[in-house]
């Protein structure tokens, strides 16, 4: 090859990152998901125009980026190629610390929008100073998306929030939508700032540090859209002559995701289901309990007995509140996440497959001899290297992403568990208290009979 390809790595001892979570002190607390809360309840979708960038709660970006130029694994940083391995037994230490919080609603003739702050720190040697501060719109984050695919065509890139609201269920510039998208954005930035290929990224750099003159100019130097369209027809004849004999490995791996994509998608859809639920179920006993209070004004005898069922509805009404937000923050943002990211996935072996594709039509061509032999026999051997890269790049990136898969898909149901087992105690202990009350009062009243 023409340039040294390296497939992602366990990062340096002396430069690691910022973790999905990690924040600058004194800003949000990590997250463990992203999405989520009741924007994701209702099946019926609204699709937007795509200029309304700040309605977009969730992006489902399916385009695909130019499958046939490969960029080099390496990442950009100099110091990144020093001691590329790194020991189980050596601290994980952060070097980059990234923060989306203070959205602000811009109005102009034209359009409405939402810009949120970027805040960076970081003693990376290759940047110029040693905090940033940016605001970013949607369509710029989308941008780096498209940018990180180009440029690593088979790593697996982190899901943006997609690109169509829940119709009913969010209003425009709504607390809780803009609230839901920012958690979103913060998890996208972070899991990059993780990955030890993406983080070194000159675009990702870029979108952290230049002001939005310059990432305006910078944006207007890739490919123009005359390339960009003869790149997406040239994948798309790709797709459709498809590969002749994909290796045994990446046959198991997409099995997996498809058999993944099925069990996820099926696991959020429920999930959804029982938010909704819960939620109706907590709106009607916010009516339940008054009902109770209002009965005893005219019920002297049951005045006390129907006050401490009131008070015990309204306990448990709090508690099924918090178990809600628990949910909404915790569960529901992990497993749709990784709904997107099974869809991430699906694009990164559709990828993979046009490289290979690529490689097999020029096997085809001098096989039969349709073209010049010796070009042909060069253009090989690069592809042939193009297709090994790629390869090892897939590779690495897939166990990395199977193991902070089954580390959050843990950690979400185990949190879940925590909080229903600290519900039913709380809401138990309540009705076990107000049964001891009316015993006690019950066997009063009796020696009050006797006398």
């Not at 939508?177 to 870029?206: G, M, Q, S, W, Y």
């Not at 003869?230 to 997996?256: C, I």
Request: glycine share 4%.
């Amino acid at each position: 090859m023409e340039g040294e390809c390296r497939a992602p790595q366990a990062r340096s001892s002396g430069l690691p990152a910022g973790g999905a979570g990690g924040e600058s002190p004194g800003g949000d607390a990590p997250l463990s998901g992203s999405s989520g809360s009741s924007a994701l309840l209702q099946a019926e979708v609204l699709d937007l125009d795509e200029d309304e960038d700040d309605l977009e709660v969730f992006s489902k970006d399916a385009s695909l980026m130019d499958m046939n130029s490969f960029s080099p694994m390496m990442p950009t940083s100099p110091l990144s190629m020093i001691n590329q391995v790194k020991f189980e037994d050596e601290p994980d230490l952060k070097d980059l610390f990234i923060t989306v919080d203070e959205p602000e609603s811009h109005v102009t003739t034209i359009e409405t929008f939402i810009t949120y702050r970027i805040i960076t720190k970081t003693s990376r040697g290759e940047f110029d100073s040693s905090e940033f501060e940016v605001r970013r719109r949607y369509q710029d984050f989308l941008w780096l998306k498209e940018r990180l695919e180009e440029a690593h065509p088979t790593l697996i890139i982190p899901p943006l929030p997609e690109k169509f609201i829940v119709k009913g269920m969010v209003e425009r510039f709504n607390d809780d939508f803009i609230e839901t998208r920012r958690k979103a954005l913060h998890k996208f930035l972070n899991r990059i700032a993780d990955h030890p290929t993406l983080t070194f990224n000159e675009d990702f750099k870029v979108f952290l540090t230049a002001q939005a003159w310059e990432l305006s100019s910078h944006k207007k130097q890739g490919p123009g859209l005359l390339s960009r369209m003869g790149q997406t027809v040239r994948a798309v004849a790709l797709s459709m002559r498809g590969v002749k004999s994909r290796p045994e490995e990446f046959m198991e791996m997409n099995n997996f995701i498809e058999i993944f994509s099925q069990k996820i998608n099926l696991i959020d859809k429920i999930s959804q289901r029982i938010y909704k639920e819960e939620r109706e179920y907590f709106d009607e006993m916010k009516e339940y309990g008054p009902i109770h209070i209002l009965w005893s004004a005219s019920e002297e005898d049951l005045a006390d007995t129907l006050k401490g069922v009131a008070s015990c509805i309204d306990k448990c009404c709090k508690a099924t509140e918090k178990r809600m937000s628990g949910l909404s923050e915790a569960l529901l943002p992990v497993v749709h996440e990784y709904v997107l990211y099974s869809e991430m996935l699906m694009g990164v072996m559709k990828r993979r497959d046009q490289i290979q594709a690529e490689l097999d039509s020029k096997v085809e061509a001098l096989t039969s001899k349709k073209a010049d032999t010796d070009l042909l026999t060069e253009e090989i051997g690069k592809l042939e290297d193009k297709v090994e890269c790629a390869n090892n790049a897939l590779k690495a990136d897939w166990e990395r992403w199977k193991q902070n898969m089954q580390n959050d898909i843990k950690s979400a149901f185990t949190d879940m568990a925590e909080e229903n087992i600290h519900y039913y105690e709380q809401c138990l202990a309540t009705w076990e208290s107000f049964l001891t009350s009316q015993t006690d009062l019950h066997l009063e009243e009796g020696s009050e009979d006797k006398l």
